[in-house]
Structure formats: structure tokens, C-alpha cells
């Protein structure tokens, strides 16, 4: 998933779009769901900066 994953952040970034690709090192397969991690809430947050980002301005 990771070749996945950087291979289309380097296709939409090529493509124009603003992109950010965030890894969890060590980390479970979409680890952003258990809320009590410390790691799932720093993502959340910073998953939320970028649409607000987008969004916003």
C-alpha cells in the first residue's frame, strides 16, 4: 500500500493538485479510526487543517 500510496500523491501532484502525504510509520492499516491513539488524533488534526485549507482559502 505504501508503493500505492506514494505513486498517486506523485500522479495528483504532477497533475496540479496540492497534495500531502502523511505516513504512520509502524503503524496499522488506517490507524486514524482508533480515536484513542495519540498518533489517530494528531492525523485527525491534521487531515482537518488541510480541507479546512482547501476549503477556507
Not at 502525504?21 to 484513542?36: I, K, M, R
Request: glycine share 8%; net charge negative.
Amino acid at each position: 500500500m505504501f508503493s500505492d500510496s506514494e505513486q498517486l500523491a506523485k500522479f495528483a501532484a504532477d497533475a496540479g493538485v496540492d497534495v500531502t502525504l502523511a505516513l504512520g510509520h509502524q503503524l496499522p492499516h488506517v490507524y486514524q479510526v482508533v480515536l484513542e491513539a495519540h498518533e489517530a488524533v494528531a492525523a485527525t488534526d491534521q487531515i482537518g487543517a488541510f480541507l479546512r485549507s482547501q476549503v477556507v482559502g
